[in-house]
């Protein structure tokens, strides 16, 4: 069974920096990509990041680029959103989710696997 297992969500202030974790059970995504969502209330999920596991490629919304990064890290089969210089739009919850073929997928339906979520709040 595959279980995505996202923390490192908490309440900062507006210009701090979180990294959020999606470890990975189950199965591996090594042909696969890695997606990073949001949702904020009254919101619909939105794309925030990808990386195709096997290349190492990520692609960025555009309200976050400059500002988050995504990487992965192969051993321990896990996948990081580095967050900085956080402002109080990116309030949400935020969700990892896989897909095993690999590319650049930035829209939700794609991806069959998701996590739970963790909470990000940003004060201002």
């Known amino acids: 069974q595959v279980q995505l297992v996202e923390s490192g969500g908490g309440f900062v202030q507006a210009g701090d920096s979180l990294r959020l974790s999606c470890a990975i059970s189950?199965?591996?995504?090594?042909?696969?990509?890695m997606g990073w969502f949001r949702q904020a209330p009254g919101k619909e999920r939105a794309f925030v990041a990808t990386?195709?596991?096997?290349?190492?490629?990520?692609y960025y919304a555009d309200s976050v680029k400059g500002r988050f990064t995504v990487s992965r890290d192969n051993a321990k089969n896990t996948v990081y959103l580095q967050m900085n210089s956080l402002k109080p739009e990116d309030t949400a919850v935020y969700y990892c989710?896989?897909?095993?073929?690999?590319?650049?997928?930035?829209?939700?339906?794609?991806?069959?696997?998701w996590g739970q979520g963790t909470q990000v709040t940003v004060s201002s």
């Open positions: 989710a896989a897909r095993s073929i690999g590319g650049r997928w930035t829209v939700a339906s794609v991806y069959p696997y």
């Open positions: 189950g199965r591996t995504f090594s042909s696969g990509a």
């Open positions: 990386i195709n596991w096997s290349t190492g490629g990520t």
